[in-house]
């Protein structure tokens, strides 16, 4: 999906993978206020984040990694375009 982005095809990135296709603009986000917040010196968003959002995220990324790859998720799956 990386490389689809980096060479500017954003559809086929996508169809590579839609769930870290939508959480890649939050992680960036995250990770700039976290740069800028140790800039600053001040708490990062990341710590004001309650804890149960962060273990929902992860059990969603895990549940569609593993439900990818099983035959009746096949909709899931990467496709050649």
């Known amino acids: 999906m990386l490389s689809a982005l980096i060479e500017g095809k954003i559809y086929a990135a996508f169809r590579f993978n839609p769930l870290l296709f939508a959480l890649l603009p939050i992680f960036v986000f995250l990770g700039v206020d ?5 800039y600053r ?3 990062p968003l990341q710590r004001k984040v309650p804890a149960w ?4 995220l992860l059990v969603i990324v895990l549940v569609y990694g593993v439900a990818r790859n099983l035959p009746w998720f ?3 799956a990467p496709t050649e375009l």
């Open 34 to 38: 976290y740069i800028i917040a140790q």
């Open 41 to 43: 010196g001040r708490v």
């Open 53 to 56: 959002i962060w273990t929902a």
């Open 74 to 76: 096949s909709f899931l």
